[in-house]
T-cell receptor
Framework: GQQLNQSPQSMFIQEGEDVSMNCTSS?????WLWYKQDPGEGPVLLIA?????ELTSNGRLTAQFGITRKDSFLNISASIPSDVGIYFC?????????????FGQGTTLQVKP | NAGVTQTPKFQVLKTGQSMTLQCAQD?????MSWYRQDPGMGLRLIHY???????DQGEVPNGYNVSRSTTEDFPLRLLSAAPSQTSVYFC???????????????FGPGTRLTVL
């Protein structure tokens, strides 16, 4: 089935550092989404991207929809302790009609104060 | 708006028992779906619905049934629970199936299910 390869799997960084993570696939997507999941909670949408090449920011977060429509990245600038959590990329395929989101495996972020 | 709500938050079952996981949304969303989350595998689609009376299978439907009698509710039924169904279950909804600007997919808080 379709897969999203998300990397890195985990990151342990110092407060104030910038963070970068990405997702790649062999399939073409219409939509890329980035979610954050806190322990014991459901995923919360951070940024949604709908056009190839689109670059969108949400505070300290910036995400881009790759030109090839097969990848996306998320940057977090000047990390703070509350950025800790699991970050998921998710894509909705260009083809198909289920409305299904395909999820990456997640990037676990830990921030050392 | 309460958004997407799920009950129960935690559940322990014995193998062979049946139960229903509840999901409700008050945003008048047409599209609702169920995912399961397992370690290292992201979220996988179980079943989905594009409106009241319409349901269809996702990626991992075996062992689960759904129905959509109202726009608001989308319960997930486990007919005969198995240890392989131990997982965290998330319900999600969006206004329509195809995501666009102002049509985003929202997730509930999840149900943590353990099958012994």
């Amino acid at each position: 089935g379709q897969q999203l390869n998300q990397s890195p799997q985990s990151m342990f960084i110092q407060e104030g550092e910038d963070v970068s993570m990405n997702c790649t696939s062999s399939s073409i997507f219409n939509t890329w989404l980035w979610y954050k999941q806190d322990p014991g909670e459901g995923p919360v949408l951070l940024i949604a991207l709908y056009k190839a090449g689109e670059l969108t920011s949400n505070g300290r977060l910036t995400a881009q929809f790759g030109i090839t429509r097969k990848d996306s990245f998320l940057n977090i600038s000047a990390s703070i302790p509350s950025d800790v959590g699991i970050y998921f990329c998710a894509g909705q395929l260009k083809s198909g009609n289920t409305g299904k989101l395909i999820f990456g495996q997640g990037t676990t972020l830990q921030v050392k104060p | 708006n309460a958004g997407v709500t799920q009950t129960p938050k935690f559940q322990v079952l014995k193998t062979g028992q049946s139960m229903t996981l509840q999901c409700a949304q008050d945003m008048n969303h047409e599209y609702m779906s169920w995912y399961r989350q397992d370690p290292g595998m992201g979220l996988r689609l179980i079943h989905y619905s594009v409106g009241a009376g319409i349901t269809d299978q996702g990626e991992v439907p075996n062992g689960y049934n759904v129905s959509r009698s109202t726009t608001e509710d989308f319960p997930l039924r486990l007919l005969s629970a198995a240890p392989s169904q131990t997982s965290v279950y998330f319900c999600a909804s969006s206004l329509r199936r195809r995501l666009t600007t102002h049509n985003e997919q929202f997730f509930g808080p999840g149900t943590r299910l353990t099958v012994l």
